[in-house]
């Protein structure tokens, strides 16, 4: 079967156990003396006929030697050129990562970029896709690919405000014009004049424009390279994505949480020669073997992640049995 396996050691988080369990966004020293052979071999072993690496961490650093923000210290930032090199050598295709909703970092340093209120569910906000946070994401984006022009790219966290897609639109300096423009009046300044229907036009036009000025630099830099968008689809056909040009204009449409219906729908509207990818492995922890192989029966990809303690390079103990169910899922697709 023509099938991407692609089992990934989630390098944007770090998983701890003391003082108490918590998942945090890694640092740039956390991961930064991984083994490239190391970490290649383990998707090997895992059974992945794809590579995956970020180019940039949700954390906001590189694992290559960008120009355009913080890198890891010592061989951290060429971790990502040798693990492309390995991949080559191994005739596998590679994949890697920016986060679009957030970045640690730049979020910290730009607080007048982040979306006003979204910070009530995650400490760290969720950036404006009306920005200039775009306007750096593309310029990383164009960076990277001239070095590396990977066969997959995927943008991961593409949302406005929060994961979830219930998030209203707030007034702010840079919500102003685009708002005038895409509703046709006044932003007004008190967020309860904006309704929920303007609140969803708006934030479906802002997102198709940042997936447009996306799509475009990678598709002028590196013709070659397919993309992946990654909205989290908690269920199918929800209102933001009906009908998205993000939908038709992505190479691949992936399922984070890959529930019967997601992956129903996802399948339902996918344009000829696109690819559905989904989950094996999650938050909530593995598929069934056996369901892994009746997706990719069904023509679908399939991906998962997992994380680990840094600055030791295994799975943590909570994923390992996670991780011996996506093997012998991926043993019995072959």
């Known amino acids: 079967m023509d099938v991407i396996k692609m089992m990934m050691f989630d390098l944007n988080w770090s998983k701890h156990d003391a003082p108490h ?4 966004p890694s640092s740039p020293q956390d991961w930064a003396w991984v083994d490239p052979q190391t970490y290649f071999d383990w998707q090997v072993g895992v059974g992945n006929n794809a590579i995956f690496l970020q180019a940039y961490t949700y954390g906001g650093y590189a694992f290559y030697p960008t120009r355009l923000g913080p890198v890891p ?10 693990v492309f090199e390995l991949s080559h050598q191994a005739g596998l295709p590679f994949c890697s990562y920016f986060c679009v909703g957030a970045d640690v970092a730049t979020n910290g340093y730009h607080g007048e970029w982040v979306i006003p209120g979204s910070r009530r569910t995650w400490s760290h906000g969720f950036l404006g896709p009306e920005s200039p946070w775009t306007d750096l994401l593309c310029a990383r984006v164009r960076e990277f690919l001239r070095e ?3 066969d997959w790219l995927m943008f991961d966290w593409f949302c406005y405000g929060d994961l979830k897609t219930d998030f209203q639109v707030q007034p702010y300096w840079f919500v ?19 309704t929920p229907e303007e609140s969803l036009e708006y934030k479906r036009q ?3 424009e940042q997936f447009g000025r996306l799509r475009d630099t990678v598709k002028e830099t590196s013709p070659q390279t397919r993309i992946c968008f990654t909205p989290p689809y908690w269920g199918p056909a929800d209102p933001q994505w009906v009908d998205h040009p993000m939908l038709a204009g992505s190479d691949m449409l992936l399922a984070e949480f890959s529930s019967e219906e997601t992956m129903a729908w996802l399948l339902s509207i996918r344009r000829p020669g696109q690819r559905v990818m989904g989950t094996v492995m999650n938050v909530h922890g593995p598929m069934s073997p056996e369901e892994m192989l009746k997706w990719a029966q069904r023509g679908c990809d399939l991906s998962g992640y997992l994380w680990g303690t840094p600055p030791v390079f295994k799975p943590h103990s909570a994923h390992v049995a996670g991780m011996e169910a996506v093997k012998r899922g991926f043993e019995l697709i072959g």
């Open 176 to 194: 102003k014009e685009p708002f005038a423009r895409i509703i046709g009046r006044p932003m007004p300044e008190d967020p309860a004049q904006i």
């Open 148 to 150: 590396y022009p990977v």
């Open 73 to 82: 210290p010592g061989p951290g930032q060429h971790l990502l050129p040798k």
């Open 21 to 24: 369990p918590c998942n945090l």
């Open 206 to 208: 802002v997102l198709a």
